[in-house]
């Protein structure tokens, strides 16, 4: 069996048992697991054509227009290999009317938890509020309806580079589960692998 599906198999194991750890965690401290959140709190995009030589490197933009109450915002981005897998995540913060710009190839796909460097994959934003002005992984998500992103992309056949506004979706609070259940065991599994950079910017 080679390595990197012996993590995976792995990092699936330690996901189920952190799954039903947060899980209880939760119940308590996130009575809203049975409400859906706002809408306009999911922002969707991909990257293709990543760590692939002759390419350049495709960035992330985000901002906060400074809509809600209470000042900076963090940026919790989730990264998913072609399969599906969480790959990376972090959490990021944003101040009103600030600009971060996050690299693909250096911040999103650099440290992936198994040590495979992906190609194509997508990303996930989800926004929340800061806890004493700090964005950690470890905080229950609160989204916030606020942010806006932007992705360059990387195309096939010649790698022309286009760029275009990151995608809403309906955030469910099933998905709002799974996605801390993913990075907390990410963050219990990695030892520091499977954690992205914020770029530059705030």
């Known amino acids: 069996m080679r390595r990197s599906t012996i993590r995976r198999t792995i990092m699936r194991r330690t996901i189920m048992l952190a799954a039903c750890t947060l899980a209880l965690a939760l119940c308590a401290g996130y009575a809203a697991a049975q409400t859906t959140p706002p809408a306009d709190t999911l922002k969707v995009d991909y990257f293709a054509n990543a760590n692939t030589a002759g390419a350049t490197d495709a960035t992330l ?5 400074g809509t809600a109450v209470g000042g900076n915002l963090c940026a919790v981005i989730y990264v998913f290999d072609s399969t599906q ?7 990021c913060v944003l101040s009103p009317d600030g600009l971060r710009t996050v690299s693909v190839n250096v911040d999103l796909t650099s440290n992936p938890l198994t040590g495979v460097i992906l190609h194509t994959g997508a990303i996930k934003i989800v926004p929340t509020p800061t806890a004493g002005g ?31 506004a990151s995608q809403d979706a309906t955030l469910s609070a099933a998905e709002v589960l799974l996605l801390q259940t993913e990075c907390y065991g990410i963050q219990l599994d990695g030892s520091g692998n499977g954690i992205c950079t914020c770029g530059t910017g705030d």
């Not at 897998?85 to 959490?91: G, L, V, Y």
């Not at 989204?143 to 992309?153: E, V």
């Open 61 to 65: 933009r985000l901002t906060d227009p």
């Open 85 to 91: 897998e969480m790959s990376e995540c972090c959490s």
């Open 134 to 164: 700090v964005c950690a992984l470890t905080r229950v998500l609160n989204p916030k309806a606020a942010i806006r992103s932007w992705a360059t992309h990387i195309q096939n056949g010649g790698f022309a580079v286009t760029e275009t």
